[in-house]
């Protein structure tokens, strides 16, 4: 049977737990490059994001359908063998957002993302890897044909 200090101390971790929960989606969320989010073109948000401009990488795999029916959820993979993978970012040229996505690794995390994404009309995909020294990237053309016949 459970007296009342047990009570307490229990609803009293909960409670803590719970701010904990609250307050961590804010520190998480702070730290977003709002600029490059909100950049018009896919080389000002390359530039706002990296300060440089990526080389196109063979050791960089992109990999997502080349015709699709419907845009709305795209999937998409990057994979990379190389090692310090820091972030992977995902740009769509020509997009109202170029930016559409920026996964921050952990150390000793293994470099691949897999997600779903959307893309308007046929674009051009483009994935940028940022390791401790390099900035490299591989690009796709995504041709979404909307119910039309070719």
Same mark, same amino acid.
């Given at each position: 049977?459970?007296? !009342?200090?047990?009570?307490?101390?229990?609803? &009293?971790?909960?409670?803590?737990? =719970?701010?904990?929960? /609250?307050?961590?989606?804010?520190?998480?969320?702070?730290?977003?490059? @709002?600029a490059a989010f909100a950049a018009e &073109?896919?080389?000002?948000?390359? #530039? =706002?994001?990296?300060?440089?401009?990526?080389? *196109?990488?063979?050791? *960089?795999?992109? #990999?997502?359908?080349?015709?699709?029916?419907?845009?709305?959820?795209?999937?998409?993979?990057?994979?990379?063998?190389?090692?310090?993978?820091?972030?992977?970012?995902?740009?769509?040229?020509?997009?109202?957002?170029? =930016? *559409?996505?920026?996964?921050?690794?952990?150390?000793?995390?293994?470099?691949? /993302?897999? &997600? !779903?994404?959307?893309?308007? @009309?046929?674009?051009? /995909?483009?994935? *940028? /890897? #940022?390791?401790?020294?390099?900035?490299?990237?591989?690009? @796709?053309?995504? #041709?979404?044909?909307?119910?039309?016949?070719?």
């Amino acid at each position: 049977m459970m007296n !009342r200090r047990a009570v307490i101390k229990a609803i &009293t971790s909960c409670g803590a737990l =719970l701010g904990i929960g /609250v307050l961590l989606p804010r520190q998480v969320l702070a730290e977003w490059n @709002q600029a490059a989010f909100a950049a018009e &073109t896919q080389a000002e948000a390359i #530039k =706002l994001m990296f300060g440089a401009e990526p080389v *196109v990488s063979d050791e *960089v795999h992109l #990999k997502l359908p080349m015709r699709v029916a419907d845009g709305m959820s795209v999937p998409v993979s990057v994979i990379t063998s190389l090692p310090n993978v820091e972030s992977i970012s995902l740009f769509i040229e020509g997009s109202e957002n170029p =930016l *559409v996505a920026e996964f921050i690794l952990p150390a000793r995390a293994q470099g691949e /993302v897999l &997600t !779903r994404i959307r893309i308007p @009309q046929t674009s051009t /995909v483009t994935a *940028v /890897v #940022k390791t401790g020294e390099q900035l490299l990237s591989a690009s @796709q053309e995504a #041709k979404i044909s909307s119910g039309d016949c070719g």
